[in-house]
């Protein structure tokens, strides 16, 4: 399928979403409290990627697109677009009469500063997504042109409003972005306005009665509430005090209780744009993880089956290559990969470890390294736990460190000083967005998070990686990841865990929340109560 | 001079008294939080995805991070001196903004414990020493010591799974209904509703403390000399316990409620935690884990001047109840 | 008297020494009835109490509850003797010289002690261990930190009382030196009740150790009662037996040692007022 | 007529593992209208558990009455109800204490705990209550009773909250009073005029007083009859005059033989050698005040004290209460500096010499000390603390141990004593063991603060014995600190009278004792307890040696 038709494809769904008219039955009011964990440090969402800022902005800013569970574009402040044939010149034609919360009317001018002034100034995702993009011409209010350096198909995928929210260019254009109020008091085009956010308790959004779809939202007034204890929260949902909590705000051994709790389900949709891996990297640089036997050993002898059956309670994939098995629509995704068990292959590993001439000692130790954990949460320090007695089977001696954040990311990012990280990352919807920074010799960047830490560098690696960057033929491009998937389960810089299944608990009575690929990310605006 | 304006100069002087000990406080934390690996950008940069170096470094500039330590020491006392707690880094909010807005449920659920915990300790206490080793005194003794051993998480789960889920007596958590948002009385309500459970977990753990304090307390004072001297003026054993015995007993279950207000604002963080309260204890232990380093000075020095000026009170208070003690 | 036999009087002392001993006990045999590390993944995960050969259930990582209690009963032990045992002795230093000597001194070191008491106690512990990183070592000193003021004012009070004794008076006229009316004359005379508040704060230890590992801050690498509280906590409704056993242990061991506690103070002065 | 009080085979029984069986046996004794009975006896004779009996007050279960009978007009005091009591307490028979600051309610009024009585005995209005209360105020002789109603014990003196004390006893105006050592915590002035009210009282009442007391001078002073009491029985009854005169039971004459005599001693010729000289010392005392406060109350404990001291005699330093006699004593050893003047030990000035440069001379001057129960460390053997300071002073541990074992000789210790504990010696033996300790170091002088005021009379004679013979027997100057006349006039060879601070008076006993110069002397002297009564008396009856 070339460019034009996918496009032309994605423009008829466009009528298709516009033509639905809310049915009936669905009810008009009441107010919607949900989880937001943690507590969100501010709601600029153009500055910061930061999970619980996700849960509420996007409620409050649109983007260009949104996107349905099976990544088909939908349209947002966009009401079509189309690409070039060089794929160098993307044109987007905004809908017209959508005003600011603040009654100020959205414009394309809207559009360019927040691509060039602030997301790919100060978005920390921003400069790769939108890198290929040199200009953006304004012709008339409702037209925005993006002019590419070369083709970037992922760009599409990139224009939600959680991934690249609209901001209002009259407020924050002479500011400096980074301080601007705009950060605690968001104005956007979105569903709900922002009313009121009272630290350490909630923040309060009211209905945008001038909100730009007719007859939405529904809910009259959402509320996010914090509340710190995993066990509280889930105490508070089968109270009927919240209906709603995603990204393991219920931990997934309540959340299974839940599911078999009448007026509660659990569903796993709503995170394909995430697409979230566990993972564990290596300091390649430095001895006994320098050598890629010990770590496609590790690899071996890690139950992922137990893993995600005992501490995920059942919810997750086991990893088989780099990439995630939802690449796989897009023909990405490349099976069959050896080094990659699902249940332990404790002899297997041995026999690699002996091939490799890394002998046990007199005690029976091959290796020692401290394993340090991820402190976003009590699942992955029994990860690290389990990662312990399951090494010691293949005589590689573990100690755990757990730090708290600040000091974890200042050792792994900043001062390199470990040896074995448990991590995960999330994949998004390309893998030029999720994926290369994790091996790219250019993401070696020493102080800048969640890159490529464990320094990691191919040159045969790099070059692939650049093309399927800018490779447009989806055939070819599969090509090319298949070929950095045989060569990263050669290398196993990283060994990938498993593939990670967020779980989103919610009260029954909380209806059509999850149309949007994106989840407790999306805007909400179709969410009805039926009270 | 009249014993009004004496008050006001034992109160100004003790207030002046406290002033090295709270800088002293804000110095000592200060340069513990140094030896903390990373930094409140460090946190922001990691929380947002990523971040260069370069834009790290200007938002330690901006913070003032990357000014030599003395130099930041010295900034934030001038600023203190002012009356200025400065701003805190992760909330992009002046400190003082921040603090006041979590004061009032820090002092509500303090308030409301210590109330508690004194109230029905020295009522236990006193039933204890007034009924010495028959089944009441066992059964009171037993029932203080499992309170005090029980850890305070588990009392406040198990709370919230009697009282809120199965029961549905009380909310699990939080302040206030928000989905109702209340005002005027109903707010009232809805508050004092909330703050039963925490109240009463918090309470429980301290109830042991004012119960063995009191009847300890009890007991020593019925052995004093003045007792006697009652019964001999043929004082009826009623008035002997509840007027002259017990206003004696007080004192050093006052000197005690004293001494803990400091532990409970710190004590609460697990109340705080499990219940969602929205306290100072929960603000400072995220600050502590996001290095705001401005916030969590602020409220360590606001607590201790919390805790100045509640000895104060428990001062006054102890010199009303024992003449003996003159506040100058 | 003698000092068991005062001791013996308070049933419930006695009672609560043996469940110490039966603790210590415990502690002391668990290599012996567990071999296994107690981290060890032993088998069926989540298994309720008496099924699959697990006597207190199985964590969902299926290891031994009883294992954890056991070897955790160490760890835990350790973990208040060792924080009381600074907290004292700093105690002691502090308020023997405030209290010796008075005066400026007293005034100098009774602001330190003063200090150390307005900062909120269990947020300057979780501070400490936090900049130190969760281990054994950084939670015994952040507890001995937030606990010896307590110590300090009771020597302090001690000694004030007793270096106007007659008998310290009559050392000093003997010409004895500071350092030795101290420690070998009044030190000894005020042991009782720090004995009796030294064993109290060996229970408080235990349950902040516990308060500790329930916030996340525990050492991950050795199993303690606090340990598995955190583990367990979040199972609590669906497993109720990984947290709830060692919590009562906790609780066993707190009321145990409070029991004791009291049961030294009534043997060694049964007119001790409480202090703290 | 039925008696006021009738005690008749009264048996006080105590707790299973105390030394004896009963605190009071077969006790038979009477109390009528208008007299004072004076029960007298040592520490632990029972007297005042029998007060408490009488009372009801006992500390039940652990003491209780085991048998017979306390009759009060008739009445069976140890059958009637504890409602009954309660009614009697305090209207018909009241009771005063020997310490009024811990007798009284610190956090009361004085008016409220006098109002009490009132209230619960008899109904009657608040301002009657108040108007009788002020009242009673002014009969116990209260200066400005209308301050001292609102007044809190801590803020009256010794003697005023005594007399407030009495004033509550006698509110309802009972047929008995009870008086428990009511004058022992008070300066000797002030329990003179205390003893007066006493007996003003209860002639213009006609109380019966029980009145209980160790102290032979104030049984002469006060008694109309007297009963003697020695472990828990009752060995001699009689008139004052019988028992005093004329004492039948060999215990009651080795009491009344130890009653120290008012005469003073043979005087003695003075050594020319001076061994010591006290120049005008100056000592105060800053209450309050601190880094912050203002100026603090200063006191002058000792105002320009002057004074030598030769070698071989004993200075008697006498004053009352808060007359800076100890701190005197006290500056002497160096246990307190004092600011100004000099402390001459023959051409050293000790005064301004620090701890080390004070070191050496610490030998030459020692103490002994008031109190024998807190002058010996509880957790340290008799053979340490004797020998300790030898050894610091370098001798060897034998010859410590030699010198120790020597020195228990000398103050008539068993050699045994060496490896026993203080807890196991009686309070006389523990002031020899600290008279041994104080003389290890062969001081040149010894300074003795009140050491026999904490002693039963028996044993004190015995102590200030001992005290005379070690002097004589070492050649040493003493120094030594009393509020009781009668015992400087037993061992004092000069007595110096000390008076706010100030040294008014000094010169050789007899001398001061004969023709005092100040009137403060005088008073001193007026109101020792049983003067008139022993000075007469003295002529009938033989030295106590």
Redesign the interface.
Known sequence: MSLRNWAAAALCTLGLALGAVPADAQKAGGTFVYLVQPEPPSLASYLSTSGPIGLVAPKIYDGLFDYDNDLNIVPALAESYEVSEDGKTVTFNLRQGVTWHDGAPFTSADVQFTVMSVLKEVHPRGPNSFREVTSIDTPDDHTAVFNLANPAPYMLRALSAYESPMVPKHLLEGTDIRSSDLATSPVGTGAYKFVEWKKGQYIRLDKNENYWKPGLPYIERIVGRFIPDASTRTAAMENGEVMYGAYGAIPNIDAVRLRDTDGFSVTTDGYSMINPMALIEFNTTKAPFDNSAIRKAISLAIDREFLIENIWFGYGKPATSALSTNFAPTGLYKAGLPNYAAKADVAGAIAMLDAAGITPDANGIRATAVLDLIPYGEDWRRAGEYMKQAMSEIGISLELRYEDVPTWLKRIYADYDFEMNINYFYQLPDPVLGVHRHYGTDQIRQGTHFVNSSRYSNPTLDALLASGAQEASATKRAEIYGEVQDILAEDMPVVNLFEMQFLTVYNEKLKDHATSALGAYGPFDRAWLDE | MSHFARRIRYVVKRLLQAIPIVLAIVILNFLLLQLAEGDAVDVLAGEAGSATPEYMAELRAKFGLDQPLPVQLAVYLKNVMFFDLGYSFRHEMPVSELILDRMMPTLLLMVATITLAVGFGIFLGLVAAMGLNTWRDTAISIFALITYATPLFWVGLMMIVVFSLNLRWFPTSGMENFAMFYEGWDRVWDIAHHLVLPTITLSLFYLALYTRLMRASMLEQAGQDYVTTARAKGVTENRIMFVHVLRNALLPVVTMAGVQVGALIGGSVIVESVFAWPGLGMLAFEALFSRDLNLLLGIFLLSALLVVAVNLVVDIIYSTLDPRIEVS | ?TFWKLFARNR?AVVGLAILILITFMAATAGIFFPE?P???AGQ?MSPPGENGFLLGSD???RDVAAGIAHGAKTSLLIGLLATLVAVCVGIVMGALAGYYGGIID?LLM??T??F????????????V??M??SIESIVIAIAVVSWPAVARLVRGEFLSLRN???V??C?????SDIRIMMG?IL??CLSPVIVIGSLMV?TAI?IE??LA???LGD??IMSWGFQ???G??????AWWV??FP?IA??????AI??VGEGINDALNP?L??R? | MTRLLDITDLHIALPADSQRPYAVQKMELHLEANEILCVVGESGSGKSLTALAVMGLLPKPHVHIAKGSVLFQGEDLTKVSDDRLRQIRGSEISMIFQEPMTALNPVMTIGTQIDEVFRFHDKMPGKERRRRALELLRDVQLPDPEQAIKAYPHELSGGQRQRAMIAMALALDPKILIADEPTTALDVTTQAQVLRLIKEMQAAHGTGVLFITHDFGVVADIADRVAVMQNGLVVETGTTDQVLRTPQHPYTQALIAAVPELTPRPSRARSPEIVMRVNKLEKTYRSGGGLFGGKGRIVHAANDVTFDLARGETLGIVGESGSGKSTVARCIVRLNDAEAGEILLGDTDLRPLGRAAMRPHRSKIQMVFQDPFASLNPRTRIGKIIAQGPIMYGASPEDAKKRTLDLLDIVGLDPRSYDRFPHEFSGGQRQRIGIARALALEPDILVADEPVSALDVSIQAQILNLLDEIRDRMNLSMIFITHDLRVAAQVCDRIAVMQRGEMIEIGPTSTLFASPKETYTRELLAAVPGKDWFLKGSSAQAPAT
């Open positions: 008297m419930g590390d981290f060890s993944l995960s969902s990582l299926g005034d602001r330190v003063e200090m008491q307005t900062i909120p106690s269990f947020i300057f512990a979780i501070l400490l936090a900049i990183k969760p004794r007659e008998f008076q009559a000093h006229t003997l010409g004895m004359e000894p005379n229970a349950l516990s308060g329930f916030l996340g991950p690498n509280i955190g583990a906590r979040t199972l609590l409704r669906s947290c709830t919590g906790i609780l066993l061991t707190v009321l409070n029991l007119r007022r409480e703290s």
